[in-house]
T-cell receptor, first 113, second 112 residues
Framework: EAQVTQNPRYLITVTGKKLTVTCSQN?????MSWYRQDPGLGLRQIYY???????DKGDVPEGYKVSRKEKRNFPLILESPSPNQTSLYFC????????????FGQGTRLTVV | AQTVTQSQPEMSVQEAETVTLSCTYD???????LFWYKQPPSRQMILVIR??????QNATENRFSVNFQKAAKSFSLKISDSQLGDAAMYFC?????????FGKGNQVVVIP
């Protein structure tokens, strides 16, 4: 089954404690992205990757890091989480073919206290 | 960053009636792609319909159809014969290469 898998689904952490949210896709997609969803703001792109070892900032990259060492994985790293990073996070992957949709993971609800 | 605008944060529709969600976007590109996604309470993002900018014909998927006006940069979604399962947040999205920009969403409430 084609899917994007994010872990964990829920995470509560304290300010400053480094965390990683994993994302893996099994569709051999070139493109992968991270988004955060906040009420009234829709989904905003944090980082994206066009292929292995190729990453770039999206619209809200501050406070986040990513890596793309393998095609299937695209982890999101928060080195020093802060309460304003409390949000719902989505990983997505898509083919490089332009009219194909993005496939989304199930989301990670992150709370930073 | 591309701008995608959805007005009317919440819309109500009677079951079996029709509702239209509006979306406008800002771009200087001529070749791009547009999507509507549905997000039910489960939070899963589900593709509803897509439109290629180079196609003049409006896309249709069963009860879902779009009115794509390229010159006006408008991409509205019409849901016909609304069903209770259509209740969700709907996001309009613009794609150019790997940049996918979303609107803020429309909450659709279906009244039995």
């Amino acid at each position: 089954e084609a899917q994007v898998t994010q872990n964990p689904r829920y995470l509560i952490t304290v300010t400053g404690k480094k965390l990683t949210v994993t994302c893996s896709q099994n569709m051999n997609h070139e493109y992968m992205s991270w988004y955060r969803q906040d009420p009234g703001l829709g989904l905003r792109q944090i980082y994206y990757s066009m292929n292995v070892e190729v990453t770039d900032k999206g619209d809200v990259p501050e406070g986040y890091k990513v890596s793309r060492k393998e095609k299937r994985n695209f982890p999101l790293i928060l080195e020093s989480p802060s309460p304003n990073q409390t949000s719902l996070y989505f990983c997505a992957s898509s083919s490089s073919v332009g009219n194909t949709e993005a496939f989304f993971g199930q989301g990670t609800r992150l709370t930073v206290v | 960053a591309q701008t995608v605008t959805q007005s009317q944060p919440e819309m109500s529709v009677q079951e079996a009636e029709t509702v239209t969600l509006s979306c406008t976007y800002d771009t200087s590109e001529s070749d791009y792609y547009l999507f509507w996604y549905k997000q039910p309470p489960s939070r899963q993002m589900i593709l509803v319909i897509r439109q290629e900018a180079y196609k003049q014909q409006n896309a249709t998927e069963n009860r879902f159809s779009v009115n794509f006006q390229k010159a006006a940069k408008s991409f509205s979604l019409k849901i016909s014969d609304s069903q209770l399962g259509d209740a969700a947040m709907y996001f309009c999205a613009y794609r150019k290469n790997n940049r996918l920009a979303f609107g803020k969403g429309n909450q659709v409430v279906v009244i039995p």
